[in-house]
């Protein structure tokens, strides 16, 4: 599509960034409703119209899925905001929750043209704005399904990736069967992500919308101990497997204190709150117990989840502890400045050394000691060097482990012949294919914890490559009939 | 949905379902277990797979009518459904053969030390059992404990069945006659504790099963978190049968009572509403 815009680059670049309405601090820290409002109409279409419509849209190569972000844009300018969804559609699968959670400063608005001299054009926003608007009034069209395929394909796990990978194979004419660990469908987005951040009926519309292709979903099935691959593939008949069963295994500092009453996983804690609901405790069965202070370690978005969720459960202080300084996080930008709007307290360049039992073997405070920046380490950034003599004590009685995770072992442990990478990964190749044959892995699993949208990458890159897979079987099945002929 | 295909009283609060679960039933291994929800605001709790029948599609499990959510699997009948049932999760009892093993149960654990009893039985063992609890009224299971063994003996607290004592009491007796290779014990937290503080002394390897708070029961929450030997095992996945000479049951025993706040709150609350249903059990509990 050529340039529609009327008016002049330079005109454009007066226009100043639309920022969508959000609800005020202080009434959001009690409840769990979301944060931004997102943009109206009017706001998105002023916001459409700041886009250049470069001719070498760099902000699609930024993007993970490479959606034709101009187009989308144009779509909006004119207002045909259905039209935008869908374009949308043509690569991503789960756009009103890629336009929630997907870190978009450091990718499709990192590279913008206008981002240069300029506040880039708020992508994310209008991703989001699209896909609400669509859902809202309702117009969405499920999309064509291109022939009935014979065989039937094994997605494990129901999160980001293994529901774009479902819904691609599912669009191509495959029976696609999804197995979940779980009682609810989503995986990270159902038990990590926390409402205020991505409510349920956006979820559900999702995973519906998926379903509505003909994907199956099998909850309260663990993959490994229900049934291992080789039965799904030998004796279920499934002719391929995609494995997208995540990070999930929490990791602890094994430091003194840990398994003191009052220290929690960041997974134990988000799962009893987002998926079991604790806060509507005893309206529902599963608690959670908070005290009135609360540390949670680490500086990802699992981190800003834990420590915002505290904050909305009662705690009257919440600390954000994280061994480097603010600039090192790898928190979304947007989450650490709504952290930090909720009064969530920033220690930075901290690190626990110790928890400390009330005799009662319970927390009752969190020993740290302050930390200094030394040279960049393997991942780029510099890493923390303790500070002796530092050590203070911090008063708490709740701490939230939020340090990252692994991905869980049980597959790689009951598939034979399954290649393992770095940290219990599961190793894959481009294609996303592992070492066994028919069998790919993509998203956390491989990864060992990175973003929603890298793991809806891997989702559709393993689908190409499991149609590709069973195309090539198939042939193979034809030319050996021929054959023997 | 899985649907209750019987249910059956075996004490007065203690109750045996056959569940319809027709992927579970046929993997099902000794030592497995089995995480439910029994309403959809339920919470998920770990339960014993007791029994399995994989041509039926069926499992078997024993509750104990204790919290909340246990209360209220009671008042379900034949015919009635429970949302969530996801398994066999956990590591299957490590079979031995030709050995003389002591199987301990107390309580509502000797339902879930029958089919470990069945299978190191099935397997070649010599099998010694004994079956403890409180009082008669909670003695469960005793002629299938008796069929799983060559010899059998029941003790009770107040003597109102078999011998009157603990069953640790009824085990020193065995371990000052004859050396086990082994001994398995699952009940409460403190008869784990003594039966491993027991055998300790006569130098007998002996496992426990360990039933730590969970709540997704596939290694996920880390709220199971156990210390063995001065390590952090998870229960769910690393157990839940650990060395009972290993296990730090004091912590475990104090971790257990994180939630008892708001269990007695969910407690109250379920039997105010379940007044009727609820009576009879409550009242036994007490």
Redesign the interface.
């Known amino acids: 599509m050529s340039a529609i815009n009327p008016l002049k680059p330079s005109q454009r670049m007066k226009i100043p960034r639309e920022h969508a309405p959000e609800r005020p601090a202080l009434e959001r820290n009690g409840d769990f409703v979301e944060v931004s409002l997102g943009f109206t109409s009017d706001q998105a279409v002023v916001e459409a119209t700041r886009c250049l419509e470069c001719t070498d849209p760099v902000c699609t190569t930024g993007c993970p899925v490479n959606i034709d972000i101009r187009s989308f844009i144009q779509l909006v300018m004119q207002r045909d905001f259905v039209g935008a969804a869908r374009k949308i559609r043509e690569s991503n699968y789960l756009p009103a929750i890629c336009g929630r959670v997907c870190p978009q400063e450091s990718q499709c608005e990192a590279v913008c043209t206008l981002g240069k001299k300029h506040e880039p054009v708020a992508i994310g926003k209008l991703e989001r704005f699209v896909a609400d608007y669509e859902m809202t009034n309702k117009l969405f069209v499920p999309p064509a399904r291109t022939e009935r395929r014979q065989e039937k394909v094994a997605v494990v796990g129901s999160g980001p990736s293994g529901l774009t990978c479902a819904a691609v194979l599912a669009q191509r004419g495959y029976s696609v069967s999804v197995f979940e660990?779980?009682?609810a469908v989503g995986g990270v987005l159902r038990?990590g992500i926390p409402e205020f951040r991505l409510p349920r009926t956006v979820l559900d519309e999702e995973v519906d919308r998926v379903k509505g292709l003909g994907v199956e979903i099998q909850?309260?099935?663990?993959v490994g101990?229900?049934?291992t691959v080789d039965e799904l593939m030998d004796t279920w008949g499934y002719a391929a497997v995609y494995l997208a069963t995540g990070a999930?295994?929490?990791h602890?500092m094994?430091i003194p204190g840990?398994?003191l009453?009052g220290v929690?996983?960041a997974?134990?804690f988000l799962?009893?709150v987002n998926l079991?609901?604790a806060y509507?405790?005893?309206?529902?069965?599963?608690?959670v117990?908070l005290g009135k202070r609360v540390a949670v370690v680490g500086g990802g978005n699992t981190a800003m989840d834990a420590v915002r969720t505290s904050r909305r459960l009662g705690a009257e202080r919440a600390y954000l502890v994280y061994r480097r300084s603010r600039q090192e996080m790898p928190a979304r930008e947007e989450e650490i400045h709504h952290a930090e709007e909720e009064g969530i307290e920033f220690l930075m360049l901290t690190s626990p050394v110790k928890i400390v039992d009330n005799g009662?073997?319970e927390v009752q405070g969190m020993i740290c000691q302050k930390m200094a920046l030394g040279e960049p380490d393997s991942s780029g950034r510099r890493s923390p060097i303790p500070i002796e003599g530092s050590e203070f004590t911090l008063d708490v009685e709740t701490v939230i482990m939020a340090i990252g995770q692994s991905p869980?072992?049980?597959i790689q442990a009951t598939t034979p012949g399954l290649k393992t990478g770095k940290k219990g990964t599961v190793a894959v190749g481009e294609k996303q294919e592992t070492s066994r044959p028919g069998v790919f892995a993509g998203g956390d699993v491989s990864r060992g914890g990175a973003t929603v949208i890298l793991a809806m990458r891997d989702g559709k890159t393993a689908a190409a490559a499991i149609e590709e897979h069973l195309l090539s079987k198939a042939r193979e099945v034809v030319e050996e009939a021929k054959a023997s002929l | 949905m899985f649907t209750i295909r019987s249910k059956e009283f075996l004490s007065p609060t203690i109750a045996r379902f056959i569940i319809e679960a027709p992927y579970v039933a046929p993997k099902r291994k000794a030592g497995n277990f089995v995480i439910i929800r029994v309403s959809d605001n339920g919470e998920r709790i770990p339960i014993t797979l007791v029994d399995s029948d994989p041509v039926e599609g069926t499992v078997t499990l024993i509750v104990q009518a204790i919290g909340k959510t246990t209360k209220e699997l009671l008042t379900k009948e034949a015919g009635d459904t429970i949302p969530d049932l996801v398994g066999p999760l956990g590591k299957p009892t490590p079979l031995h053969a030709n050995e003389t093993i002591v199987c301990v149960g107390g309580g509502v654990g000797t339902a879930e030390l029958l089919p470990i009893t069945r299978a190191l039985k099935e397997s070649g063992n010599r099998i010694l059992s004994i079956v403890g609890a409180r009082s008669r009224d909670l003695i469960i299971l005793e002629d299938e404990m008796r069929a799983a063994s060559d010899a059998l003996a029941v003790t009770t607290d107040d003597g109102s069945y078999g011998k009157k004592g603990f069953v640790t009491d009824e085990l020193k007796e065995i371990l000052d006659r004859e050396k086990p290779d082994a001994v398995y014990a699952i009940g409460p937290l403190p008869m784990m504790k003594a039966v491993s503080a027991l055998t300790k002394v006569y130098g007998v390897h002996t496992t426990v099963s360990l039933n730590a708070l969970m709540v997704d029961g596939t290694g996920m929450c880390g709220g199971c978190r156990v210390s063995i030997g001065g390590r952090m095992k998870f229960a769910c996945v690393d157990g839940p049968e650990f060395d009972g000479h290993a296990v730090d049951f004091d912590e475990l025993i104090i971790r257990n009572r994180s939630y008892t706040v708001f269990e007695q709150e969910s407690n109250r609350r379920f039997t105010e509403e379940h007044a009727c249903a609820a009576q009879q059990a409550s009242e036994v509990v007490r």
């Open positions: 660990a779980l009682h038990y909850t309260n099935f663990v101990m229900t049934a999930g295994t929490p602890f094994s840990e398994n009453i929690f996983s997974n134990e799962t009893r079991m609901r509507a405790f005893p309206q529902v069965d599963t608690p117990r009662r073997h869980n072992p049980v």
